[in-house]
């Protein structure tokens, strides 16, 4: 008896696949060491992928110290830390990430789009065909990303949110060719992580990193044309309005760098003054006040902690 080719498609084989047991992430920053810790404490093996050995220590004592953190606020014991570690690998070698059922790229490039393209085909060499492959990336579309794959049916977008530990949601983008047994993938990975999946139409930026550095941008324009200081203007939004982190908090957060990349990526493509970054912004990021990552933004920090303000930021005028 002859047998249908669909028995062998792509979606047949995607749909007939159990629960996630392995991820792989591409790069392992402060995104993705959260990431690795979330996803094994949700009882999933996790291997990482860096440049170097030296970096895959690095990011092994990071967790490790993040988890020491959580256990001082009592939100962990020492045995939950010792099962957490346990799952999460790190590797040089992308021959570690064959056996992953889910690839996530969290690289920061300096070259986003051109060099995503040549990850993912990349990753193709490695994974099986049943393997979904993501990216986190936010002003770009996955389309673009995936267009020169073999299987660009099996490629998402997806989003997570500073900061992924404290925030209970993740973007979820399709690109024009992505095949719904991937996206019920993604949606099924978000909820065995204790997330959200919301899905939103592939758009560059999507909602949220859209809507979050045009905030940002025009707080920045209020602080230059000194309606109010930075302390203010951040009290105002949290306790007016609800948020966890005032704007110029969150630029710190995110990284002003990143927030000043988000923008130029939006401005080229939509060419609407709404996202042309700040001066204030531009001023900062050359003097590489970039936020917590540097010790300085519009705060001042030790050891990821805020001290103070940082005076450059608002003494600047336009």
């Given at each position: 008896?002859?047998e249908?080719?669909?028995k062998?498609?792509l979606?047949k084989r995607?749909?007939k696949?159990?629960?996630?047991?392995?991820v792989?992430?591409?790069g392992?920053?402060?995104?993705g060491q959260?990431?690795?810790?979330?996803?094994?404490?949700?009882?999933i093996?996790?291997?990482?992928?860096?440049?170097?050995?030296?970096r895959?220590?690095?990011?092994?004592?990071a967790?490790?110290?993040?988890?020491?953190?959580?256990?001082?606020?009592?939100?962990?014991?020492?045995?939950?830390?010792?099962?957490?570690?346990?799952?999460?690998?790190?590797?040089?070698?992308?021959?570690a990430?064959?056996?992953c059922?889910?690839?996530?790229?969290?690289?920061?490039s300096?070259?986003p789009?051109t060099?995503r393209i040549?990850?993912?085909?990349?990753?193709?060499?490695?994974?099986?065909?049943?393997?979904?492959?993501?990216?986190?990336v936010?002003?770009?579309?996955i389309?673009?990303i995936?267009?020169e794959?073999q299987h660009?049916?099996?490629?998402?977008?997806?989003?997570f949110?500073?900061?992924?530990?404290?925030?209970r949601?993740?973007?979820?983008?399709c690109?024009?060719?992505?095949?719904?047994p991937?996206?019920?993938?993604?949606?099924?990975f978000?909820?065995?992580i204790?997330?959200?999946?919301?899905?939103?139409n592939?758009s560059?930026g999507?909602?949220?990193?859209?809507?979050?550095?045009?905030l940002?941008n025009?707080?920045c324009?209020?602080?230059i044309?000194?309606?109010?200081?930075?302390?203010?203007?951040?009290?105002?939004?949290?306790?007016?309005?609800?948020?966890?982190h005032?704007p110029?908090?969150?630029a710190?957060?995110i990284?002003?760098?990143?927030?000043?990349r988000?923008m130029?990526?939006?401005?080229?493509?939509f060419?609407?003054?709404?996202?042309?970054?700040s001066?204030l912004?531009?001023?900062?990021?050359?003097?590489?006040?970039?936020g917590i990552?540097?010790g300085?933004?519009f705060?001042?920090?030790?050891?990821?902690q805020?001290?103070?303000?940082?005076?450059?930021?608002?003494?600047i005028?336009?």
């Amino acid at each position: 008896m002859s047998e249908s080719l669909e028995k062998f498609a792509l979606n047949k084989r995607i749909s007939k696949q159990g629960l996630i047991h392995k991820v792989g992430l591409i790069g392992c920053g402060d995104i993705g060491q959260q990431v690795a810790r979330i996803v094994s404490q949700s009882g999933i093996e996790v291997v990482f992928v860096e440049v170097s050995n030296e970096r895959v220590d690095e990011v092994i004592q990071a967790i490790n110290a993040q988890l020491d953190a959580i256990i001082n606020r009592w939100g962990l014991t020492q045995g939950d830390k010792r099962i957490i570690l346990s799952r999460i690998k790190g590797a040089t070698d992308y021959e570690a990430i064959r056996d992953c059922n889910l690839i996530i790229e969290l690289i920061s490039s300096d070259n986003p789009l051109t060099e995503r393209i040549e990850m993912f085909k990349k990753l193709e060499n490695y994974v099986s065909a049943e393997t979904v492959i993501t990216s986190s990336v936010s002003t770009l579309m996955i389309t673009d990303i995936a267009a020169e794959m073999q299987h660009p049916e099996r490629a998402l977008a997806l989003n997570f949110i500073t900061t992924p530990s404290n925030v209970r949601i993740v973007e979820i983008v399709c690109g024009l060719q992505t095949n719904e047994p991937s996206h019920q993938l993604i949606n099924r990975f978000a909820k065995m992580i204790n997330k959200e999946g919301i899905t939103v139409n592939e758009s560059p930026g999507s909602v949220s990193t859209r809507l979050i550095v045009t905030l940002i941008n025009e707080a920045c324009n209020t602080l230059i044309e000194g309606v109010s200081n930075v302390e203010d203007i951040d009290t105002i939004m949290r306790r007016g309005f609800g948020m966890q982190h005032g704007p110029f908090e969150l630029a710190d957060r995110i990284g002003l760098d990143k927030v000043l990349r988000y923008m130029d990526q939006l401005y080229n493509e939509f060419g609407v003054s709404q996202f042309k970054a700040s001066p204030l912004l531009k001023r900062l990021v050359r003097a590489h006040s970039n936020g917590i990552r540097a010790g300085k933004g519009f705060y001042l920090y030790a050891d990821g902690q805020k001290t103070g303000m940082n005076v450059s930021a608002t003494q600047i005028k336009s």
